[in-house]
Structures are given as structure tokens and as C-alpha cells.
């Protein structure tokens, strides 16, 4: 496991970048919305799994399995959360929130 600060700037650096360009991206779309409108939102809420795939990466390469083993659960529980919202939202006898009026 390398915890050399030159390292650690690089990193900085290289989420910094990402998350930059990301925001730019996402900001870009959503202003240009008449074609596109969900095609922003969509990007800029992709940006967080973005980043910890990118930490996942990362931890790999340096191999810190310790936090690889957290990178990976963090991405599966993002999974399970964005499949459970994709089939309770299309259960007919699931009724949400909104639904209740």
C-alpha cells in the first residue's frame, strides 16, 4: 500500500479532473435541456458512481484490498438501490407517495 503524498496529489488531482469535467458535462446538457432533458440530470447523477469507480480503480492498482473490498460494496449497494427503485417503480402493487392522493 503506497501512501506517498506525491501519490496522494496525483490522486487529488486526477478526482478533481474527473469530477470537473463531469459537472461541466452535466451542467452543459441540462442547459441545452430542449433536446435532451433528462440526458443531463442523468449524467450529473452518475457522477458519484463515477467517483467510486474510479476510487475502486485506484485501490486496485495500489493494492489496498482493504478499501478495494469497501469500493465494492459501496458500488453494489448503489446497484441494489437503483435496481430496487427500477422494479418497485414498475410493480403494479407497489403504489408510492404520490400515488396516495
Known amino acids: 500500500m503506497s501512501t506517498g ?28 435541456g430542449l433536446a435532451l432533458p433528462m440526458a443531463g440530470w442523468s449524467g450529473a ?9 474510479l476510487m475502486l480503480v485506484v485501490f486496485v492498482r495500489e493494492r489496498d484490498f482493504r478499501f478495494s473490498a469497501i469500493a465494492m460494496l459501496v458500488l453494489a449497494i448503489m446497484l ?20 396516495r392522493r
Open 5 to 32: 503524498l506525491a501519490g496522494r496529489s496525483e490522486l487529488d488531482r486526477l478526482l478533481a479532473s474527473v469530477l470537473h469535467r463531469g459537472t461541466w458535462l452535466g451542467g452543459s446538457v441540462i442547459a441545452l
Open 45 to 53: 447523477s452518475s457522477m458519484p458512481v463515477l467517483r467510486v469507480f
Open 80 to 99: 441494489l438501490g437503483s435496481v430496487l427503485g427500477v422494479v418497485s417503480s414498475e410493480s403494479p402493487g407497489v403504489s408510492s407517495i404520490a400515488n
